[in-house]
């Protein structure tokens, strides 16, 4: 019997501002079949572009489990949930465990979008409820999706569970450096860094591929 978790694909795409990476993110699960797609979109951006219902409640986020869309906004149950802080912690570790327990009650593919993580997950700070979604989700069939112009902050036990990362362009040395490690499949920092708006190169961890392409 095949096992669904090992076809599945932890995704980071990194890049710079209006590089192309959230417009990706938005195709990518507007294009990819699956069960429910969660969002953690604590400023309206996802729901605003993609036309969702932007949903801040517990029963709203599950009323929205039968459009196949929860776009959550942490704002409603957790006033002043700025990153750095209690209420953001809070908010964000709600976030994880509800998604990781309402994966369980059914099968198929889930996509979890975390747009810039680094403002609640970075390496000072690794909540359990987002470290338990990273690493056991994969047996609920949970795919991440995280999106950040600052790969150097995200915790490598994090970014080391993705299969790929999509990489825009990036104009800052130590976002650049952060991604080294992918030497090993074809990285070159002096190409990251001339890639043109709307370009990305893909890196395959498991499969050792190397894709160029763009999104616009």
Not at 43 to 63: F, I, Q, S, Y
Not at 68 to 79: D, E, G
Not at 140 to 158: D, G, R, S, V
Request: proline share 4%.
């Amino acid at each position: 019997m095949s096992n669904p978790a090992a076809r599945l694909v932890q995704t980071e795409i990194v890049g710079m501002s209006e590089s192309g990476k959230t417009t990706l993110a938005f195709k990518v699960l507007l294009n990819t079949p699956a069960a429910v797609r969660f969002i953690y979109d604590e400023e309206g951006h996802a729901a605003r572009r993609l036309n969702k219902k932007w949903v801040g409640t517990a029963r709203e986020c599950e009323d929205a489990l039968a459009t196949r869309w929860v776009c959550f906004n942490p704002t409603r149950m957790f006033p002043g949930c700025l990153p750095e802080t209690e209420q953001g912690e809070n908010a964000f570790r709600w976030f994880c465990k509800w998604v990781f327990d309402v994966s369980k009650r059914g099968r198929g593919r889930k996509i979890v979008l975390i747009d810039e993580l680094w403002k609640w997950c970075n390496r000072r700070r690794l909540p359990i409820e987002f470290a338990n979604l990273a690493v056991a989700g994969r047996v609920e069939e949970i795919e991440l999706m995280l999106a950040t112009q600052t790969p150097e902050k995200i915790p490598f036990a994090i970014a080391g569970q993705c299969t790929e990362v999509i990489c825009f362009t990036l104009q800052h040395q130590k976002a650049i450096d952060a991604l080294e490690e992918l030497r090993l499949v074809g990285f070159d920092g002096n190409e990251i860094w001339n890639l043109k708006q709307g370009e990305f190169i893909s890196f395959g961890r498991k499969s050792r591929t190397k894709l160029r392409s763009k999104i616009f």
